[in-house]
DNA sequence: AAAAAGACGACATAGTCATGCAGTGTGAAA
DNA sequence: TTTCACACTGCATGACTATGTCGTCTTTTT
């Protein structure tokens, strides 16, 4: 609930932004900062750590990063909640810190108020999220389909994509697949062209994100 | 932006909470409630829905279902922003909803207030959820075993399997990461004896499965 | 019936890959 | 200090891939 009170740990390099946050958060009656530090190493070894609710985590931080940090607070305290603030909106971290146990994720631009409102929503059972992440994260879930997201592969194609990712040869593949190894060429030119890609790993890649295969 | 007219259908059997939506939401003046449903079979033979913004959809509904209908209108009108507000909050319906299509998911006990908003914020880029569903999707994200699931590479391993999957040659990748091309080499060698595979496509579909990039 | 498209087979070749072997420098464990 | 693992650099080579071009034989379209 709201009346209790929230131990909190920063993690975050810059001063000023470390500084920042602890002043805002120290303004709330039902939060308390434990510690703040400027990397994960000194931090897990303070005993604070253990301590906290929630973890406020930089991502970009030297040494260990806050990937790797979210990992191993997860590991080793698993009802700690790490809410990570970053500047970086790519996909390829969001999805990382998430999967590695982040429960929610933040940009650094929060407004105070968002700021105090996101710990507690993660407090009460929340994951907080700018919109625009949420909408990555929904959308990540979206099974595509085939009409509209991607190419529509004549069964030989998909048959040979299939071989595709298991590293097998042409040769290997033609004699899988009764057909002359010119013909798995012609095949692959053309699974190739629709996927726009040039290489099997590219095939492959797009075939399973996409879901052409698997 | 909030100052644009959001045009929005209902489908829900329901006749008190369909036409209790359509109250609230008439009450704003940036809705505007083009047509209710208790049914999609009615309902896609509209010419409404296409001229919609939001469909707010019932889950439970006789005939087609929502998950169907949200499947439906995504694959017609891909444009469309389905919210499902329904009185499951089982993972299963959750699940099946948000992969079907919905941008949204809520409870039919929101507040008014928390509709609305929900309303706007799906318009303006975000996914409106429930907090404990938002905490639901993180969590399914989590990835489980992070030790015996699957292998451990390395930050320079993954960084280059994640080009691999790009379909770059060797000298492409060493560019890109600053590393001779027999270190790319080296590192690829060792990728493929952890993941057990011999050829790119191979690592690559691994890599996918397992999680260990993307 | 003629044209167009699709599914092969054949051949050629530059380019890329997979892999084996042999070193070097660094830092941690013994 | 020695040993050992790790992260490379270098080199070599047979194997495989990507792509272009040409030709044949159905099937579909017009």
Redesign the pocket.
């Known amino acids: 609930m709201d009346t209790e009170l929230t131990k909190i740990c920063i993690i975050e390099d810059n001063e000023y932004m470390r500084e920042g946050w602890e002043a805002i958060l120290d303004t709330q009656p039902d939060f308390c900062v434990l510690s703040t530090f400027e990397m994960c190493e000194t931090a897990f070894e303070s005993d604070d750590i253990e301590r906290a609710d929630v973890i406020l985590m930089d991502i970009d931080l030297p040494g260990i990063s806050g990937i790797e940090g979210v990992k191993y607070v997860r590991e080793n305290y698993p009802d700690i909640l790490v809410i990570m603030a970053t500047i970086f909106d790519e996909d390829k971290y969001i999805f990382k810190a998430l999967q590695g146990g982040a429960i929610g994720y933040l940009m650094k631009k929060v407004s105070p108020d968002d700021l105090c409102n996101s710990i507690r929503d993660a407090r009460n059972g929340g994951s907080p999220m700018t919109p625009e992440i949420a909408r990555k994260v929904i959308q990540s879930l979206h099974i595509k389909k085939p009409k509209e997201s991607s190419v529509q592969l ?1 069964e ?1 194609e998909l048959e040979i994509l299939q071989e595709l990712a298991t ?5 290997a593949i ?1 004699k899988q697949i009764h ?12 699974i ?1 062209k629709k996927l726009e890609v ?4 590219e ?1 492959v890649a797009k075939g399973i994100k996409n879901r052409i295969i698997l």
């Open positions: 004549s030989r590293g097998k040869s042409y040769m033609s057909l002359s190894e010119d013909g798995v060429r012609y095949h692959i030119r053309n190739y040039n290489s099997r790993s095939a």
